[in-house]
């Protein structure tokens, strides 16, 4: 990964409600402080996709445990601003698996 963000610090999408309960749950799951003074844009950097990025990515192979973790953090982060926008409860039900994401 280059040492430059494709994530703006001034960005607008940085503001957005997803975006924002998006890094509340990164930091959330992050057990060993790696995030600690690092700002929204360098968190949320890593999970955006660029063509050179997505060139990186195997076709095949299993995702690793962090991507899985964005994953599910991300499903988490949606369920949260449902549950905000509804006054319903909602929770994820994702199942990664080798052969394809279910999010039902």
Do not use: C, F
């Amino acid at each position: 990964m280059s040492s430059s963000l494709v994530v703006a610090e001034d960005d607008n999408h940085l503001q957005s409600d997803i975006v924002k309960d998006y890094i509340k749950q990164l930091r959330a799951i992050d057990t060993y402080d790696t995030y600690a003074g690092w700002s929204e844009a360098k968190i949320i950097d890593p999970v955006v996709l660029t063509k050179e990025r997505k060139k990186n990515i195997p076709v095949i192979g299993d995702p690793d445990e962090i991507t899985i973790a964005r994953l599910k953090a991300y499903y988490n982060s949606v369920a949260t601003l449902l549950e905000k926008k509804s006054g319903l409860m909602a929770a994820p039900i994702v199942h990664l698996s080798h052969e394809a994401l279910v999010a039902p």
